[in-house]
Every structure is written in structure tokens, then in C-alpha cells.
């Protein structure tokens, strides 16, 4: 049994993995930057380290430091949350060879999911149907031209080695094509280290639907059932439902066991989302996340299922505590990401909180690290925090969500919460019809 983690992270989801590990009686250690010396992850935990300055390649990134944090506060083990180390085999190499657990899958799985197109090429081999695309990645621009023209456009072209929507282009002409394949292949290897690229066709309006999986090294693998996460700006997710009104119980089941049953073929240890798109009552598989997702709270509050502490207990060498037949599915759960954003432009927007006031009532969770007088500085990621509200169904949901959104203060920064409100507002997300390029269109000069 794990009896002390050290959180690899900050934010919402290091103060989301400090409460699971604290409901099994684990200690825990968090890690922090100047920065966030009063963050809240901070003041909760049992004990703190202070691994570097404000920007993440000095802190949060910095495997040394992390792992010396881990063996000089006595950690058996290390979460690392989403973003930062997360995905990167490196880091999950070296904490076992320092003798710790990782908690999340070997890093032998990482890598392999870690390229997308090893991840297309494996899932493919298990029976899962990808989008059209080039075989492998493309580094001669003529060779990419000539795919790209035989599969007709508008193509994608996405980087090999990172997500995100980061390294990501649309070329939707012979005309524009050389321009979007630099500008994909610059962007991948400013973010990944990696600019090698590949080509998809792009799909005109798909859904983009991804399934929960949590699985043993005892070879049990189960799925929680899927999520929609078709509401994008710049192929970044900000509202995620669950279920999803488009796949009926018949083909979900059908699916997410044909789904487990290929992640436990490739002895696959830990949580993972499958990340697919929706088109034509088709699912197309893009990327596997090897790592807790942002939108978890939803999948739990509908299932029940505390995830987070599954996948604590699994890396500590337990058996799932659920079989497939035990998951059941309870109403409708819609997940709006809160960040310090203008809601018009998108900039980033830091500060000081200077009042907080968190909504409540039936069905309404919030997940944050915020509080009042907290700052939010401007060196990471945006999202500060998440507004999960679940309800018998998508109507009862959506109403809810309505309230809750207008209860929602955070006085002192930008946020995304009048976004929010026009989306809960908005005619065709009220029926459902929506897809990956809603917002491009109707909030055309926002994203």
C-alpha cells in the first residue's frame, strides 16, 4: 500500500489528487514553485518543497528537482497529475528507478501513446477504425503535397509528438498547403522537441468523443463510458458533457468493451482516456492520453466511481474494485472549464482574487484552488478552475448549470464564466446540435 505521494503538479488538480490520497489515509507532499508558495494545494497538504523558481522549466518541469523532493521527503510515490511530466516516459523511467511508484501507466505505454502515429498504427492492428491519413509522419514537403492532393482536401496536419491543438493546421487548398505544413512543423518543435508531422483528412463536422478506461496489471480493463467534448477554441476543450447524446446505450456498451478489451491486450496499467472523432455514426480513434483527464469529474459524478483514488489503489498493486458490469450510468453531467481568460479575446488573465464565491446546491461540484485574496500568476496554464454540475437529465442539467453559473463569482480577474453563460443560453447547444467547429462559427471573432 502507498503511504505518502508526492503531487507532481499545482492547481485544481493537485488539490483534486491531495483529496483523494487523503480519504485512503495517504500523507502527501506537495511541490511548488516560488510563485505558489500560498497556493492552495500548498497549505493543504502534509508538507511542502519548494522546487524552483516561477517559470515550469525551472520548476514543475524539472525532473531532478521533483525527484529529489520525492526522496528527501520519505514519498513512495509520485501522481503526476495532467500537463507538466505527466506524459513524458522519461520522467515515469526515472521514478521507478529511483525506487518509487509512478502512478500511471509504464513508460513503456507512455512512449507509445506519446506518438500519435504509433498510437493510430497500434490501435488500428487492434481493430479500431482511424481517420484516412498519411502512413506515418511526412518530413519531405513535395511527398506531403502529394498525399494531401490524393486524399483531397481540407487536410490537417497534426505534429507526431505532442496534443493540445498545438502543431495543428488546416490546409484547405492546394493553395495554402506549404504555408500550414511549416507552421504545424515549427509549432511541434518549439512544443515537443519533436517537428516531425502527419497528415489527416479533415472531417468536415465531426463530433470529438473520447472513453474513460481503467485498467489492472492483472489484466482487468473496464471502461466508464464516453464523453463530449465537441465544444473547442482552437482545438482546446471548454465544455465537456456526459454522456453523449449521439451514441445510443447499445453501441456505447458494445464499443467501450471492444475498447477494453484492446487496452488489456496491450497489458495497459492505469487510467486512459480514447480520444476519437464522430462522424456519419462512425468513430474514428486519434490519440490515447495516458493520464488523468481534465473532464474526469463528470465520468465520476455519473458512475460514482471515484477514479482518482482507482487509480492511486491500482498503482499500489491492487485489483480494480469494479467490474464492467458494476458501472452504471445515472443522468447527464456537463463540465464548464473556468479560465483566467477574457471572454471576448481569450488573453490570459492573472491577478488577484478579490472575492470568491463558489456556487452550490443540488448536484453542483466545483473543483479549484481558489480562494479569496489567492493570485493567479502568469506563468501556466489558464484553467483555474471547474464547474461540474449532474442532473437526472440533459434538460434538468443544463438549468442547473444556468444557476450555478450565475451564483459563480470571481471578482479581480478574467474568466470564461460569461462564455459560459451564452453557450447554456445558446439555442443549438440547448438542442444538441453542435460540433468540433461550433464555436469557430458563431463566436467567429472570439476564436
Known sequence: MIKKVLIANRGEIAVRVLRACKDLGIQTVAIHSTADADAMHVRLADESVCVGPPQPRESYLNIPAVISAACISGADAIHPGFGFLSENSTFSHMVEEHGLIFIGPKADHIAMMGDKITAKKTFSSLGLQIVPGSDGSVSNIN???KIADEMGYPVLIKAAGGGGGRGMKVANSRLDFAEAYETARREAGISFGNDQV??????????????????????????LGERDCSLQKRNQKVWEEALSSVLTPQFRDDFGRKIARAV???GYCGVGTLEFLYENERL??????????????????ITGIDIVREQILIAGGRRLSISQDDVKFRGHAIECRINAENSETFMPSAGTVTNYHCPGGPGVRVDSA????????P????????LIVHANDREQCLASLRRALREYVIDGIDTLIPLHLKLANNPDVIAGNFDIHFLERVYKGNT
Open 198 to 223: 502527419y497528415l489527416e483528412k479533415y472531417l468536415a463536422n465531426p463530433r470529438h468523443i473520447e472513453f474513460q478506461i481503467i485498467a489492472d496489471k492483472f489484466g482487468n480493463a473496464i471502461h
Open 264 to 266: 488489456g491486450e496491450l
Open 143 to 145: 511527398k506531403a503535397l
Open 370 to 377: 481558489l480562494y479569496d485574496g489567492c493570485k493567479v500568476p
Open 284 to 301: 474514428y480513434f486519434i490519440e490515447m492520453n495516458t493520464r488523468i483527464q481534465v473532464e474526469h469529474p463528470i465520468t465520476e459524478v
Open 379 to 386: 506563468y501556466y496554464d489558464s484553467l483555474i478552475a471547474k
